[in-house]
């Protein structure tokens, strides 16, 4: 399997064919009458960075809501590998069963430091009791060492997350879905705000997560969604306008009335 | 399984246990040194005391939950009472015949009402050990069923401070109510002893004093212990970012409620500690008046802290008793006036000051 999963980076074709591991059929959500999701459909596979694009007000964070829980449809299913309904579980459940969020604004804890916001995260045991009791293990320090280093804040392990730069929180939120030994891992705008290095070195990032883990990235950024994107969804008025590669995509004419065009 | 270890360091135990020593020097001195002696307490000095310690427990119970969950409860009085009113029904059973009607089984005020049999709920209070269950008991069921209905309902910020003052005046208002059975405004008084010994004497109020101080000193390093703790750091998240925490995977619904309960107990166990101290229990500890002091208490000495809660209640409650000696009726204006200038010029409280001072000049 980790043989296919790990299909060089810069080769344009999507990655196909192995199971799907999120569904969505057919979901609709209405605000007072207005549908910020229609119909939608879509299909992650296992091991896929699929980014999602679309102008503002597309729908694209109400879709991340709906899979972790956060709002419920009033139509669709939504399913997690073969068996799991998402719609039947709440937002610890989901988080638990392997989908992990990072929010569009930054969202940290910042009276916590670098490492507790990691520890914090850790998948464990998190009931209370469980929790009251917790003792970390010398494997549990250096899994959080370990993502630490991964997200580029080793040196900054005992900093209070507040006072990190824009940036730095982005990175300690997407440590902290990797602490969560996630299967799927939904990015929203992670590189608003950034750097132009605060950007590359992210896009690296999330790069070499995709094949461990399903990477859903929704963003705006043209450039970025380029470098990283091997097959792009591109979301209008709550639906689906059309899936493809970045080229599909961009010589679209549907695409470049609604989104590329304007 | 061995037994679960919370964090505690050991210089702060050491330290606790020396004010603690030092505290336990206040009924000592009343007891063994004469009168004429400087370091001589009066019996009215200790009991005082020992009441600011109660409150003091108090305040630590609700810094609990402000300071650490973000949680405004403006109800908090309703714990201390009812673990007040759960000791005060004991104390009642203890007077025995020697009420004024000389009843053997039932308290002054049932006698007075007519009632011929004691009610069902007061079964039990005759035994101290059953009214110590009862001062854990009726505080945790009760933040527990109110936690359980608010938390799970995703009821916040405003809303909740809200239905804490309201459940605080309903049941000041049930607990004004004779038919309620527990001795209306009035409330429950003319406490004789406990355990068997005379709560006029000298020796009695000494022992009580230092079972508070030991309560709020131990009380104090099992809060820490579990502020310090990772629920303590998943609590403080909430605070912070509720629907995050929600997002790692934690019931933040089942935190608030442990950490309310747990606060509850606390505030309980300080409504019981206060009641024989001061000899009275009436429904006007209900009143949504007295929740809300709490939280000036807390916000004086600085929230988020533990000891700043503790400092913050003796000192609010020190210039009460000398404020209400000169001039009680400009008391609550006083009380108005402390709490706009440490929300405008001391948001982190007195504690929050201090540090601050210590940073810049440091
Ligand atoms: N809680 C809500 N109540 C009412 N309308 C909402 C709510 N959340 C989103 N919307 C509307 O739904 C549409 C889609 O929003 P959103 O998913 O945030 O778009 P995107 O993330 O693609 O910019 C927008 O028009 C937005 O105003
Ligand atoms: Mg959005």
């Known amino acids: 399997m980790t043989t296919l999963l790990q299909k060089p980076l810069d080769s344009d074709e999507p990655v196909v064919g192995l199971h799907p591991i999120l569904y969505m ?8 009458g207005f549908r910020a999701l229609n119909n939608l459909n879509l299909y992650i596979d296992e091991g896929e960075l ?5 102008p503002n007000g597309a ?18 299913t939504v399913f997690f590998g073969q068996t799991t309904d998402l719609l039947s579980l709440d937002e610890p459940a989901i988080a638990h069963a392997g989908i992990c969020r990072k929010f569009q604004k930054p969202s940290v804890f ?3 430091s670098v490492f507790e916001n990691l520890e914090l ?8 009791w469980p929790t009251l009791f917790a003792r970390l293990k010398g494997t549990e320090r250096a899994a959080i060492d370990a993502v630490a280093e991964t997200i580029g804040l080793q040196n900054c392990r005992t900093l209070r997350a507040g006072t990190l730069s824009h940036g730095q929180k982005q990175w300690l939120e997407i440590g902290m879905l990797l602490m969560q030994k996630p299967r799927v891992l939904l990015v929203d705008e992670p590189v608003a705000g950034m750097t132009h290095q605060e950007t590359e070195r992210t896009a690296e990032l ?3 997560l995709a094949g461990q883990h399903s990477v859903i990235v929704v963003e705006h950024d043209m450039a970025f969604v380029r470098s990283i994107a091997r097959k792009v969804t591109v979301l209008h008025e709550g639906s689906v306008l059309m899936e493809g590669t970045m080229d599909d995509v961009q010589n679209d004419p549907r695409v470049i009335q609604v989104y590329l065009g304007a | 399984m061995s037994f679960p270890a919370l964090p505690l360091d050991k210089p702060v135990l050491y330290r606790v246990m020396a004010l603690l020593a030092a505290l336990l020097l206040i009924p000592l001195g009343n007891l063994l040194l004469p009168e004429s002696s400087a370091l001589h307490f009066s019996t009215y000095t200790v009991s005082l005391l020992g009441k600011y310690l109660t409150f003091a427990l108090l305040a630590l119970a609700l810094d609990l939950v402000w300071g650490y969950c973000g949680i405004l409860s403006l109800g908090h009085g309703v714990f201390f009472a009812l673990g007040g009113y759960a000791m005060g029904m ?32 007061w079964l039990g209070f005759d035994h101290f050990a059953y009214a110590l269950l009862m001062i854990v008991l009726a505080p945790a069921v009760l933040a527990f069923v109110f936690g359980w209905l608010a938390f799970r309902s995703r009821v916040t910020g405003v809303y909740l401070s809200i ?3 309201a459940l605080a005046y309903a049941l000041m208002l049930a607990f004004f109510r004779n038919e309620m059975g527990f001795g209306g405004n009035n409330g429950l008084t003319d406490f004789k002893d406990i355990l068997g010994y005379n709560l006029q004497q000298d020796a009695t109020r000494d022992v009580l004093f230092a079972v508070t101080a030991l309560s709020v000193a131990l009380a104090y390093l099992a809060a820490r212990a579990v502020v310090r703790s990772k629920l303590g750091r998943v609590v403080l998240a909430v605070r912070d970012a509720e629907s995050r925490v929600r997002f790692l995977g934690y019931r933040v619904e089942m935190f608030k409620l442990w950490i309310f309960v747990f606060s509850a107990i606390l505030a309980g166990i300080a409504g019981a500690l206060y009641v024989p101290q001061v000899g009275i229990i009436n429904p006007s500890e209900f009143s949504p008046l007295n929740s809300l002091e709490i939280v000036i208490w807390v916000a004086v000495g600085g929230r988020g802290t533990l000891y700043g809660a503790l400092l913050g209640a003796i000192l609010v409650n020190y210039g009460k008793t000398v404020f209400t000696a000169v001039l009680p009726e400009v008391w609550l204006f006083a009380l108005g006036t402390i709490f706009i200038v440490v929300t405008l010029f001391l948001p982190d409280g007195l504690v929050g000051f201090w540090q601050r001072h210590r940073r810049e000049h440091a």
């Open chain 1, 25 to 32: 059929e057919d979901v609709t959500v209405s605000f007072d």
């Open chain 2, 90 to 121: 004991y104390l009642m059973r203890q007077i025995g015949e020697r009420g004024v009607y000389g009843n053997p089984l039932l308290p002054d005020f049932m006698v007075f009402l007519n009632w011929q049999t004691l009610p069902w709920y």
């Open chain 1, 206 to 208: 999330l790069q070499s």
């Open chain 1, 59 to 76: 729908g694209k964070t109400t879709l991340m809501d709906v899979i972790t829980g956060k709002t419920r449809p009033d139509r669709g």
């Open chain 1, 50 to 54: 699929r980014c999602i694009i679309g």
């Open chain 1, 110 to 112: 910042e009276q916590l």
């Open chain 1, 121 to 128: 995260a850790m998948h464990t045991d998190k009931r209370v």
């Open chain 2, 163 to 165: 239905i804490t003052q």
